[in-house]
């Protein structure tokens, strides 16, 4: 269980289901104990978090975004981490789709102008989001820049601070899964959510070039070993909350359909509104 001055990290890797999570933060933290990285302008945030004064950051419940791990160190209270991780082959492919179908993606114009394919994608290496991006964030080194290689040795540094820091480390492909967990460590309600930011215009399995799955795995070799290490640290977590876990999943699933059956419509129709006002 938490303590009372206690800031939980959302350690937030792009495309692994982050922004369903934050909606489930957002109603747990008031405002103004919260601090967010915005992963448009990481620098900017950065700087922005290090200049506020140390009372106010003692203050500050939640920490979350697009941030590399070590921003405890910043930190006057005590902290606690989690994140999810996703299978690196799927989380690249859906960030492609996610660049190409984004007009506000600084990827967008550029992928619909030369009409780039998911293997071009990959091979032209575009962004250095694509190059272990999991472990380069988890080892503690900033994405934004060309400079920084990601070897074996973050590899291994990004293991321990999994096995360290990490209250719970989730998993996308079982999301549920992981929100009881997080449930649990923390003392949460039940963390009913709507599904935030899903990429609409990425193809069924089938389709995607295997070419491109193939070169995607090389580029991600590092990640995929993590991926593997973080399923291991996530399996052993749902053992040690017990044999209520799938009945306490199933109850779960059963309460969030209803929640987004009721709230969902509700949601939308906000939004539609808000847009027809603009």
Request: positive net charge; hydrophobic residues 40%; charged residues 25%.
């Amino acid at each position: 269980m938490p303590t009372s001055n206690e800031t939980l990290i959302f350690l937030h890797l792009p495309k692994v289901g982050g922004m369903t999570l934050d909606q489930i933060l957002e109603r747990r933290y008031p405002r103004e104990r919260m601090f967010t990285f915005d992963g448009r302008e990481p620098r900017r945030a950065l700087e922005r978090f290090q200049a506020i004064p140390e009372p106010e950051r003692a203050r500050l419940r939640l920490v979350r975004g697009h941030v590399a791990f070590g921003i405890h160190t910043a930190l006057p209270t005590p902290s606690a981490y989690i994140t999810y991780l996703r299978n690196p082959v799927e989380r690249v492919i859906s960030q492609f789709y996610y660049a190409k179908s984004s007009p506000d993606h600084y990827l967008y114009a550029r992928l619909k102008r030369d009409g780039t394919s998911l293997y071009e994608y990959a091979a032209q290496q575009l962004t250095p989001e694509i190059l272990n991006q999991q472990t380069s964030a988890l080892a503690g080194i900033e994405t934004q820049t060309w400079e920084i290689e990601t070897t074996r040795a973050s590899l291994e540094a990004a293991k321990q601070h999994l096995q360290t820091h990490f209250r719970v480390v989730g998993v996308t492909e079982q999301f549920d899964t992981g929100l009881l967990l997080i449930q649990r460590a923390f003392g949460w309600t039940m963390p009913l959510y709507l599904r935030e930011n899903t990429t609409a215009e990425k193809p069924p399995a089938a389709q995607i070039d295997p070419r491109a799955r193939a070169l995607i795995a090389e580029l991600n070799a590092l990640d995929i070993e993590l991926y593997a290490f973080a399923r291991e640290l996530f399996d052993a977590q749902c053992r040690a909350y017990g044999s209520t876990l799938q009945s306490d999943l199933a109850r779960f699933r059963q309460w969030n359909a209803r929640y987004q059956q009721f709230v969902g419509p509700v949601r939308r129709w906000r939004h539609k509104f808000a847009r027809a006002a603009i």
